[in-house]
C-alpha cells in the first residue's frame, strides 16, 4: 500500500458501513472497517424481508458482501472501538483491545439498537410467554418456524402494537422511530402469507407512511389482506388464564375504551443508537440529538458531517432509516469524504 | 325574517367562534402540557375511572380545548387522581394537574 | 431603686412583646381541639414534661439537631441560643449574689454594670465578671459566623439561604446589633470606672486613650437599650416568633399532641415554631436534582403565614418527606403542607356513585389489593398471585380486573372529602369479604388503609407479609448471592416506618449492600404521586438522579417494593430493577412436591437476569 494514500476508517460494519467503504474503497482510498461482530452485515443479517416489495434481506447482504470484496481489502471483525481521539491533522481510533490507527478521515456507522420491550413493563415482553417482538418474529420468518403461540397451538388472531418506546416521553425516546409504522404493515401482511386465517390488528397512533410504495402497502394491507388497523395506543397487556392476551386501549376513533384477546401479540420495537454510540460521539467531541443519535452538522446541507472536522456520520447511527435511506446515506457520506479528502490534500 | 332553506342543525357543529374558552385558558396557563394531547388515547384505556363509567380523559381534555364545556363538571367529577394515565401518557401531560385546574376553573366560574 | 431613663425602650419593648406573645398564645390554645386538652392534662405532672425541659434544652438552646446537619451552624445557633440564656442567667446570680436579694428590677442584671460601676474585690464576683465576658464573647463568634453565613453560605453547609421580609430585616439586623453595642456600652463604661473585666476592661482602656469615655458611654446603653427593644417588639412580626412558639410546641408535643388531619391550634403553632433555618431547602431533590428552589416548606410556609400561599406553590412538593425527617424543629412540614391543600381546595366536586358495591361474595382468608400503578408493572402482582398459591391460602385479588384508587392520591391533593368516597365504598367490599388478612403491594394504597380506612383486620403490605410466611415456613426461597441494594419507596419509610422488614427479607437470599443514603435519609424516586404540578422532565431529572445513585455502587440488582418507584428508576436504571415481591418468587422453591410452572418461571426470570 502506498504511503501518501489518504486512510479513513469506518466503525461499524452494517449496510452503511460496508456500503461506504466499498465506494471509497473503489475511489481507490486506503479504508479500514472495524465491526464489533465475527461478521458484517448488521441487524440486516437479523431481518427476514424487507418492505415494501417483500424482498430477503440477504439479497441486499449478498449485494454488499460482493462490493466489500472487491473493493475493500481491510476489515477487522471482533474489532470493538472505544474511542476516537480527535486531532488537527489526523484522527486516532482506539479499538477495545488497546490497540490504535491514524486516519484522515473517520465515518462513524455504528448503527442501531432495538428498544428493549421489556422496559415498557406494562405490555408484558418477557412476562408474558405470547408476547413478542418485531425483532423475534423475523426471526421465527427467517428461520421458517411455524408462527405458533407458546404452547405450539395456531394462534387466531395476532396484535401488532405500533410505538414501542419511540414517541415516548416516558422512556425517554420523544422521536419517532419512522419505519416501525410500515414494518408493521408488511409484518400483519407476512403474517397472513403464512396463516390466511388468522385475524391480524394493528394498534396505532398515526400511520406514517412517508416512503415510496409505502401507503400502496398499507391499502393492500386492508383491501388484499383484510387486516384492521384500530387508532388507539395500547396502555396495557395481561395474561389471561389459558395464557392468551388482553390488550386494553382506546379505540379514539369511536371515542370508547376497547379490551381484545389476543393469543399472540407483536411489539413493534422502535430504534435507538446502539450501545458504544454515545462514548465514541462524546470523545470526539460531536452532538446529540434529543434521542442521543450523533448531530449531522447540518440536516440540509451537511447530513454528514459533523462538528468535527474529519469526522463523518452515517447511517442509522444519526437517525432511524430505512435500508435503502441507510444505502443512499452511506453513498452520500462516501462522496462527501472524497471532496473534504481532496480539499484537505491541496491545502497540505 | 322566517326561516327557509337548508340551516345548519344547531348543536351539531362545534361552533368554535361562539365556544367558551375560559376554562381552557384557565388550565393552559397553569398547566401548559394540557394542550399537548396527540389524543392517542392511553389514558382513557388505562383510565381506572373509565372502567366503570363513561368517563373519558382524552374526550374531556379535547373538548374543553375546544371551548366544549357543557357538562364538563359532572364528567371530571368522576376523576380519582389515581395517576395511571399520567404514567402512560407519551406526550408527558402533566394530567393529574389538568384535572386539578379544570375543576379551579369550574369553581371558580361558579364563584362568579 | 436603680432607674435610668435608658431602660425605657428595653422595657416598652419587653411589655410589648410580653403582651403579643399572651394574645397570640391564647388565640392558638383556644383552638385546640378537646381531645387536645385532655392529652395536656393526663400527661401534665407525668415524666413528659421533665422530657420536654430536656428537649427545650437540647434542641432549642442547644441546637443538637443542627449540629448534625452542619457542625458550625449549629455553633452559631448554640453560641447565640444557649450564649444568651447564660448571660441572662449568670447575669441574674451575678445580681442575686452582689445584692443578696433574688427579686431585684427586671432590668437590673441586664443593665448591671452600668448601675453597678465600682470594680469588685471579691474573688466570686471576680468569677462572675469574667464569666460574663467569656459569654458574651462567645454570643459575638456567633454573630461573627451569622454575618458570614449572610454572604458566604456555603461556609455553614447551606446551599440556599432564605429570602427575607421587612419584619425579618428589622429583627436581624437588632439582634445583630444587641451584642456588640452590649460590648461596647460594658466596655466604655469600663475605661473609665474599671468595673470590666479581660474582654471589656482592655477594650475600654484602650478606648479611654482618645475618647471622652464618661460622656460616650451613656450613648452606647441607649442604643444597646433600643436594640433590645426594637429586636423584642419586632419579634412577634418575624421568623424570630420561631424562638417563643418552639418553647410552646416542644411542650405540647411532648404532652401527645400531633398535627392529624384537621388544622387545628397546634397546627398553627407548628407553623409559627419554622425557624426558616432553610434545612428543608437542601435537602429537597427538587431543589439538588431538580431545578426549583422556590416552593419548598420553608417558602410555602412564610407565604402561609403571610397569608399569601397560591395553589402552584402548594402543589409544587413530592411530599416524600425528606424535610420533615430533616426539620430541626421537628414540624409535621408534609402533613401542613396536605392540610393547607385542603383549605384551598374548590368546592368538592367527585362523585364515585358508579363505583360496584359486590356484598355478595365467597369468604376468604386473604385480600390482596394490587393498587392501580401495580397494574402498569404487572409483574409485581403475578409475583404476589404465585407466592399465595404456593402458600395454598384461600384470597380474593380485589382489584384485579380494574384498578381502583385506595383515595390516598385524592387526599394528597386535599380532597378528603371525595377521597373518603373511595374508602368508604373500598372499606365495605374488604370487610364484606371476611378476610382476616389486607396484603397490598403498593406503599400509597398501604398507608391509607392503616390510617384512614378503620379496619379492624391486619393490614399489611408484601414487605411485611413476605417475610411473615417465610418464618412461618410456608414458602421457601433459594438463596442467590446475588448483589442487591435496596430502596426505600417514601410512603412506606419515612411513611410508615417499615425499614427492616424488607431488608430482613433479602438478606435471607441475597447478598444486600448498604447505601450511604438509605432508611429514613433515602431518596425519593421522584414519582411520587404527591406533586401535582412538576413537570415531567424536572420528574425525569430527579429519577434520573436516584437510579444514577442506586446504580453507583454496580449492583446486580436494584430491589424496592412500591410499583411506582420500580417504574420511575426502571426507566433510567442500568441494573434491573425488581420488586421484592418479584425476587421471591423467582426464588421460590415449593415446600414438598416440585411445580413444573414454577420452575418455567424461574427459567424465564433467568433468561431476564441473562438480558
Known sequence: MSENKQHIIIIGGGPAGLEAASKLGSAGYRVTLFEKEEQTGGKLRTWYKLYPGFRLAEEVQDFLANEIKINVPEIFSNAEVVNIIPDNKYHTVVLADGRSFIADAVLIATGFELFKGEKKEEYGY??????????????????????????????????????????????????????????????????????????????????????????????????????????????????????SLQLKAEDTLSGRPIKMN?????????????????????????????????????????????NTPGIFVTGTCKEPLSVGETLSDARSAAVRIISWLREKREIN | MKEWGYSILKG????????????????????????????????????????????????????????????????????????????????GINTRNVVQNIKRAISKSYAL | MHFNLFVIPFMAGMIALLILLAFRYSQWLSNLETGDWRKIGSN????????????????????????????????????????????????????????????????????????????????????????????????????VVAILKRFRPGMTGMKKITRHSVGDRLALSSLWMIFPLRLLAESTTAGFTG???????????????????????????????????????????????????????????????????????????????????????????????????????????????????????????????????ACPVGIDLTQQRVLQR???????????????????????????????????????????????????????????????????????????????????????????????????SCPICYKSFKEDYNLKIRVLHHSEYLPELISQKKIKVLPTGKQVVFHDPCELGR???????????LKKFTDLRPLSQEKSDSLCCGGSLGNLSMDTE???????????????????????????????IGQFSVAPVKDIAELVAANLVKIGQENHKLLKYRKLQDAMDIQ
Open chain 1, 126 to 243: 418477557r412476562i408474558y410467554d405470547n408476547v413478542i417482538t418485531s425483532a423475534d418474529l423475523e426471526k421465527k420468518l427467517r428461520l421458517g418456524q411455524p408462527l405458533t403461540t407458546a404452547n405450539g397451538q395456531t394462534p387466531a388472531r395476532i396484535g401488532l402494537i405500533h410505538c414501542v418506546g419511540s414517541r415516548d416521553k416516558k422512556v425517554g425516546n420523544v422521536y419517532c422511530s419512522r419505519l416501525c409504522c410500515i414494518t408493521g404493515v408488511k409484518q400483519a401482511i407476512e403474517i397472513k402469507h403464512h396463516l390466511p386465517k388468522a385475524e391480524v390488528f394493528n394498534f396505532y397512533m398515526d400511520m406514517r407512511m412517508f416512503g415510496q410504495n409505502f401507503e400502496e402497502l398499507y391499502i393492500e394491507a386492508q383491501q388484499k389482506w383484510g387486516i384492521t388497523f384500530i387508532r388507539g395506543r395500547v396502555s396495557e397487556v395481561a395474561e389471561n388464564i389459558d395464557g
Open chain 3, 195 to 325: 468595673n470590666g473585666s479581660f474582654l471589656t476592661q482592655p477594650i475600654g482602656n484602650f478606648l479611654n486613650i482618645f475618647l471622652p469615655l464618661q460622656s460616650i458611654s451613656m450613648v452606647f446603653w441607649w442604643m444597646y437599650s433600643l436594640a433590645l427593644g426594637a429586636f423584642m417588639v419586632s419579634i412577634p412580626f418575624s421568623r424570630y416568633m420561631h424562638i417563643p412558639t418552639e418553647l410552646l410546641l416542644i411542650l405540647l408535643r411532648n404532652w401527645g399532641l400531633k398535627t392529624n388531619d384537621n388544622f387545628t391550634g397546634f397546627s398553627e403553632i407548628e407553623v409559627q415554631s419554622c425557624s426558616r433555618c432553610g434545612i428543608c431547602i437542601d435537602t429537597c431533590q427538587m431543589n439538588s436534582q431538580g431545578k426549583n428552589a422556590t416552593t419548598q416548606m420553608v417558602y410555602f410556609l412564610r407565604d402561609y403565614r403571610y397569608d399569601q400561599l397560591k395553589p402552584d406553590l402548594s402543589d409544587n412538593c413530592l411530599l416524600c418527606g425528606r424535610c420533615t425527617q
Open chain 3, 342 to 440: 385542603k383549605k384551598m381546595t374548590f368546592p368538592q366536586s367527585a362523585q364515585f356513585k358508579y363505583l360496584p358495591v359486590n356484598q355478595d361474595i365467597d369468604k376468604t382468608e386473604v385480600v390482596y389489593f394490587a393498587g392501580c400503578m401495580s397494574h402498569l408493572s404487572p409483574n409485581i402482582s403475578l409475583s404476589m398471585e404465585k407466592i399465595f398459591k404456593a402458600d395454598s391460602v384461600k384470597y380474593l385479588f380485589m382489584d384485579r380486573d380494574g384498578s381502583v384508587c385506595c383515595g390516598r392520591p385524592l387526599k394528597l391533593s386535599g380532597q378528603f372529602e371525595a377521597a373518603k368516597q373511595l374508602v368508604e365504598n373500598n372499606r365495605q367490599q374488604i370487610i364484606a369479604s371476611g378476610a382476616k388478612t389486607l396484603v397490598t
Open chain 3, 44 to 143: 401534665l405532672f407525668t415524666l413528659k414534661t421533665i422530657y420536654a425541659f430536656r428537649e427545650i434544652f437540647m434542641e432549642s438552646l442547644i441546637h443538637r439537631k443542627v449540629f448534625k446537619v452542619n457542625p458550625l451552624l449549629g455553633y452559631m445557633h448554640m453560641s447565640l441560643a444557649f450564649g444568651w440564656f447564660m448571660l441572662i442567667v449568670v447575669g441574674k446570680f451575678e445580681a442575686f449574689y452582689y445584692t443578696g436579694k433574688f427579686a431585684n428590677e427586671f432590668y437590673y442584671p441586664i443593665f448591671f454594670r452600668f448601675f453597678e460601676q465600682t470594680p469588685h474585690l471579691s474573688t466570686t464576683l471576680l468569677n462572675f465578671n469574667a464569666s460574663m465576658d467569656l459569654i458574651l464573647l462567645v454570643v459575638l463568634s456567633g454573630i
Open chain 2, 12 to 91: 351539531r357543529q362545534i361552533d368554535f367562534e361562539n365556544n367558551d374558552f375560559s376554562i381552557s385558558r384557565f388550565v393552559e396557563l397553569h398547566e401548559p402540557s394540557f394542550s399537548w394531547c396527540i389524543g392517542c388515547g392511553s389514558c382513557t384505556a388505562t383510565c381506572s375511572a373509565a372502567k366503570f363509567t363513561d368517563f373519558n380523559p382524552r374526550k374531556v381534555n379535547l373538548l374543553i380545548q375546544r371551548g366544549e364545556i357543557k357538562g364538563i363538571e359532572d364528567e371530571i367529577a368522576k376523576c380519582m387522581l389515581c395517576g395511571k394515565c399520567q404514567l402512560v401518557c407519551p406526550r
Open chain 3, 538 to 568: 424536572e420528574r425525569c431529572a430527579i429519577q434520573k438522579a436516584t437510579a444514577d445513585y442506586l446504580n453507583s455502587g454496580n449492583p446486580e440488582f436494584i430491589a424496592t417494593s412500591c410499583p411506582m418507584c420500580k417504574k420511575s
Open chain 1, 262 to 306: 389476543f393469543d399472540l401479540v407483536v411489539l413493534l420495537v422502535g430504534m435507538v443508537p446502539a450501545d458504544r454510540t454515545e462514548a465514541i460521539g462524546k470523545s470526539a467531541n460531536l452532538g446529540f440529538t434529543s434521542g442521543s443519535f450523533l448531530a449531522s452538522a447540518d440536516a440540509q446541507i451537511k447530513p454528514n458531517e459533523t
Open chain 3, 495 to 505: 411513611g410508615s416506618g417499615i425499614y427492616e422488614q424488607p431488608r430482613n427479607l
